[in-house]
């Protein structure tokens, strides 16, 4: 058909000029067609081609954007992995908080209380330097009491012995032991002529010392003690005893030799006791009654009672049994 075709515009070529024409006119459009056909089926060629690249560009940027949606879910996931880590530090940073603030509180009261505690050591130490002060007082007083004493009995021996009276000093306390028989008969509590002798001598010369200017501050008082030996009821050497001081001490305040100030000032600090036979004197063990038989002069100062107790709390002794 097609053939016939060709040959009938190759006839009509030849027949005339219309039908040429008219068979040039259809081969343009064929041609036309044809190219039209071509320019299509490459187009269509181009738009595949260019689809399928796109296609592939577009799966490509799929799995690009599909990486990236998991990278972010990733990134999403560890921000709130991240999110939830903050929320536990933020809790553990508000627990840390609290405990800071309670922290701070109870240091603000230890605070108050080292003030508190601060101003109780300054009035201790106040009250500690005050009393060391007082101490250093007290050893300067004892200090100068002591050695009042032991120039009282070195005056005392020094006078009696100028005075050629056989009477024994304690280089201690000052004790001054005299013999009973002396002043007294056996069982008698009246003083005989040779014990007011003695005493004629003795008590001016003991109360000159004693009554001085510079020790009469410190002088307490001075102690007559009437000693026996265990022969007998206690009861009734205690009442011997007792009676034989006292006749010496009223004696003594009687005394002609003895001034007026000298008397004054001995009621004031003259004590007589009786001891029984509670202060025995023993040689080898066994009682000596003629010693323990006996008249003692003693003097005590004045805060004598506290160097006693003093004297026994640094030497760790129990105290003195009272008498």
């Known amino acids: 058909m097609a053939r016939q075709r060709i040959h009938n515009r190759r006839a009509g070529r030849g027949s005339g000029g219309t039908g040429a024409s008219w068979i040039s006119y259809s081969d343009m459009m064929a041609a036309l067609l044809l190219i039209f056909v071509l320019i299509l089926t490459y187009s269509l060629y181009q738009y595949f081609t260019m689809l399928e690249a796109k296609t592939k560009e577009l799966n490509a940027q799929q799995l690009v954007l599909d990486q990236q949606t998991i990278d972010l879910q990733l990134a999403k996931d560890e921000l709130d992995d991240k999110e939830a880590r903050l929320v536990i530090i933020q809790g553990d940073l508000d627990d840390l908080k609290v405990k ?6 109870t240091l603000s009261d230890l605070q108050i209380v080292l003030s508190s505690k601060e101003a109780d050591l300054e009035a201790a130490t106040i009250q500690l330097q005050e009393q060391k002060d007082l101490l250093n007082a007290q050893a300067l007083r004892i200090d100068k009491l002591i050695g009042i004493r032991s120039t009282m009995i070195q005056d005392l021996s020094n006078s009696l012995s100028a005075a050629n009276l056989k009477a024994a000093v304690d280089p201690n306390t000052g004790d001054i032991m005299l013999d009973s028989a002396v002043f007294f008969e056996t069982g008698s509590s009246e003083i005989r002529q040779e014990g007011k002798d003695l005493l004629d001598r003795f008590i001016p010369v003991y109360l000159d010392v004693l009554l001085r200017d510079q020790y009469s501050d410190y002088l307490g008082e001075i102690i007559i003690e009437g000693h026996t030996d265990s022969k007998g009821s206690y009861e009734s050497n205690l009442k011997l005893s007792q009676n034989r001081a006292l006749q010496v001490a009223l004696y003594c305040l009687k005394m002609p030799s003895l001034t007026g100030e000298q008397k004054a000032q001995l009621q004031k600090i ?8 509670a202060d025995l004197i023993y040689v080898d063990g066994i ?24 004297n026994r709390i640094l030497s760790g002794s129990e105290p003195a049994p009272a008498e």
């Open 100 to 105: 800071l603030e309670d922290q701070e509180k």
């Open 270 to 277: 003259l004590t007589a006791k009786g001891r029984s036979y």
């Open 287 to 310: 009682e000596d009654a003629d010693a323990s038989r006996r008249v003692e002069f003693k003097f005590s100062l004045k805060d004598s009672e506290m160097i006693a107790e003093m």
